[in-house]
C-alpha cells in the first residue's frame, strides 16, 4: 500500500482525547474508507502534514506501522506535496503507537553520507566500503537519526561503519534521488570529507570490507551510477580548489 491514494474519515481529531487511554491525538486519525484491515475491522489511518482538526483527507499511505504486541497494523498518510521520514514519522504518533512498541515500514528514506579522502605522496586516495547486504561497493552512508543534521549523520554512520573521524568541506554536496524495488522514494545526500586517519574499524554487523583507492580505480569499483556521477563531481571540485 506504500504510494497509494487513500481517502479517510476522520473520526478522532488534532486535539480529541481518546476515549479510554490517557493521551490527547496529536494528529487526525481516522479510518480508510473501503478498506477493511486484517482484523476485519476498518483500516485505521494516521494523518500527518495537517496540524487542524478536519474531517477527510485525501492524500498517499507514506509509512505502515505494525503493532508488536497487538496483531494488524495502522497507516500513516499525509500530503502529496509532503515527505516524511521514519524520525518524523516516529514523533508524530508515539503518543499513542509508542505504547506498543511497532516497527514500520516508510515511503521516503533519506540518508547522508561522504565521499571520504586523505592525501598520500602528493594524490588522493578515497575510502570505499562494501555494504554486506547488497555487496556493493559505495561510500559510507545511513539513515538520518532524531535531531540531526545531514551533517551530523554523514559523520556518525562514516564514522560507525568505518572508524573514521573526519572534516566536511561545508563548499561541496551532491543529492540523488531513486527509487528501490518500485515503491520506497530514497534521497541521499553526499559531502566531501578529509581525513588524516588511515585505519579503518568496520562495522561489522553492516559492511564487509573497506579500502582506500585512487580515483581511476576507485571510479571503476563503484556500483552505481549515481556513485560514480558523485565521485567525478567531488574529485573534479579538489582538482579546481586544488585541495
Known amino acids: 500500500m506504500l504510494g497509494k491514494y487513500v481517502r479517510v474519515k476522520i473520526v478522532r481529531p488534532v486535539g480529541v482525547r481518546h476515549p479510554r487511554f490517557s493521551f490527547t491525538y496529536r494528529v487526525n486519525f481516522g479510518y480508510a474508507q473501503g478498506v477493511t484491515g486484517v482484523n476485519g475491522e476498518a483500516q485505521g489511518v494516521y494523518v500527518m502534514g495537517i496540524d487542524h482538526p478536519v474531517k477527510e483527507f485525501d492524500g498517499r ?31 508524530a504518533i508515539d503518543f499513542a503507537e509508542g505504547y506498543y512498541g511497532y516497527t514500520m515500514e516508510c515511503l521516503y528514506e533519506r540518508s547522508c553520507g561522504a565521499v571520504v579522502y586523505r592525501t598520500e605522496a602528493g ?13 556493493h561497493w559505495g561510500f559510507p552512508k545511513g539513515h538520518m537519526e532524531k535531531g540531526e543534521t545531514q551533517e551530523d549523520t554523514a559523520k556518525r554512520e562514516v564514522l560507525e561503519e568505518t572508524g573514521i573521524h573526519i572534516q566536511l568541506l561545508p563548499e561541496f554536496s551532491s543529492q540523488s534521488e531513486y527509487t528501490i524495488q518500485g515503491k520506497v522514494e530514497k534521497s541521499v545526500v553526499i559531502f566531501l570529507a578529509s581525513t588524516q586517519e588511515r585505519r579503518t574499524v568496520i562495522q561489522q554487523e553492516e559492511i564487509e570490507d573497506s579500502v582506500w583507492l585512487p580515483y581511476e580505480k576507485a571510479l571503476k569499483l563503484l556500483n552505481y551510477e549515481n556513485d560514480k556521477a558523485t565521485l567525478v563531481k567531488a574529485n573534479r571540485f579538489l582538482l579546481e580548489h586544488q585541495l
Open 123 to 135: 594524490r588522493s586516495l578515497y575510502l570505499l566500503i562494501k555494504n554486506k547486504r547488497s555487496a
Open 61 to 91: 499511505v507514506i509509512a505502515i506501522v505494525r503493532r508488536e504486541q497487538q496483531k494488524g497494523f495502522v497507516w500513516v498518510a499525509a500530503p502529496k506535496s509532503k515527505r516524511f521520514i521514519d524520525t518524523e514519522i516516529r514523533e
